[in-house]
T-cell receptor, first 112, second 115 residues
């Protein structure tokens, strides 16, 4: 089992560019989530999904878009990158939610 | 809405000393509670969790936490700190009344272990 795989690990974008952060899990988990981690802020929920075809907004959704066409994949799209989106992004998945989430190793994004 | 407060953004202990990381939560319904650990440049790893049943839960690497409903607390402890425990620790809660089962995190506590 690979667990939760995030690509790329590092990315530098120019302001206004768009890109997709990839997240894939091979554990057949229904619940998937995207977080951003900023110093002193903990992890904040961007978007989440409770199953294929079902997504919803978290605490900080502005500037991001998601879709969940398969159980395995949950990509995060930055529509027009801004310096405020410089952060470390984590994807996580869970079978039931309350059993705990498995996290990917993160994508470090810098927007210049 | 639930929230999590971790007291102390940075805690230093001597090797062999007791580790105590504090976490208080607010939730209008019985919570599910978690502690995660993050080593530098890595993702988060689940240390332990409380869902139902015994209020004292044991996790990996010798850590344990006790759910105290009356104090709305879920403090993390370890009797004797090792150098390898140096990391950032996050307390998190899931609101059992919300169907989304999403984690809400505290801001984290960075643990330093002094030789």
């Amino acid at each position: 089992n690979a667990g939760v795989t995030q690509t790329p690990k590092f990315q530098v974008l120019k302001t206004g560019q768009s890109m997709t952060l990839q997240c894939a899990q091979d554990m057949n988990h229904e619940y998937m989530s995207w977080y951003r981690q900023d110093p002193g802020m903990g992890l904040r929920l961007i978007h989440y999904s409770v199953g294929a075809g079902i997504t919803d907004q978290g605490e900080v959704p502005n500037g991001y878009n998601v879709s969940r066409s398969t159980t395995e994949d949950f990509p995060l799209r930055l529509l027009s990158a801004a310096p405020s989106q410089t952060s470390v992004y984590f994807c996580a998945s869970s079978r039931t939610g309350v059993g705990g989430y498995t996290f990917g190793s993160g994508t470090r994004l810098t927007v210049v | 809405a639930q929230s999590v407060t971790q007291l102390g953004s940075h805690v230093s202990v001597s090797e062999g000393a007791l580790v105590l990381l504090r976490c208080n939560y607010s939730s209008s319904v019985p919570p599910y509670l978690f502690w995660y650990v993050q080593y530098p440049n890595q993702g988060l790893q689940l240390l332990l969790k409380y869902t139902t049943g015994a209020t004292l839960v044991k996790g990996i690497n010798g850590f344990e936490a006790e759910f105290k409903k009356s104090e709305t607390s879920f403090h993390l402890t370890k009797p004797s700190a090792h150098m390898s425990d140096a990391a950032e620790y996050f307390c998190a809660v899931i609101d059992s009344g919300a169907g989304s089962y999403q984690l809400t995190f505290g801001k984290g506590t960075k643990l330093s272990v002094i030789p």
